[in-house]
């Protein structure tokens, strides 16, 4: 599997924690599955909240996992932007320098 430069352990430390907590894990992954089911909002929109949050935060690995949701989901670099201006103004300046992440990450999986 194709991993963003810099970001190559997030699958694997996640593999790790799942078998650490096993638990734990397989209730946040039926969480996570409950949540992403369509509904109100698509799964699209929802990957695009997560995505905002995920740069507002800070969470390299979680912007990892959404922006290749998204590429998944066909979104638009057009659309990545606008997510990542909205968490800049969530997030204020440390957001620039994990939007920039974003959008890179967006560049190199969306190849």
């Known amino acids: 599997m194709d991993h963003v430069k810099g970001l190559e352990n997030v699958v694997e430390n996640s593999k790790n924690l799942g078998a650490a907590i096993p ?36 969470c390299e690995g979680c912007i990892e996992a959404h922006v290749r949701n998204l590429v998944n ?21 440390p957001s620039t320098v994990y939007g920039g992440k974003a959008l890179e990450a967006f560049d190199q999986l969306s190849k």
């Open 23 to 58: 638990n734990e894990m397989k209730a946040f992954r039926a969480l996570s599955g409950e949540v992403f089911k369509e509904g109100a909002l698509s799964v699209k929109e929802k990957e695009f909240v997560t995505l905002g949050i995920a740069i507002a935060i800070r």
């Open 73 to 93: 989901l066909k979104a638009t670099r057009e659309e990545i932007a606008e997510v990542i201006s909205v968490a800049v103004l969530m997030g204020g300046g």
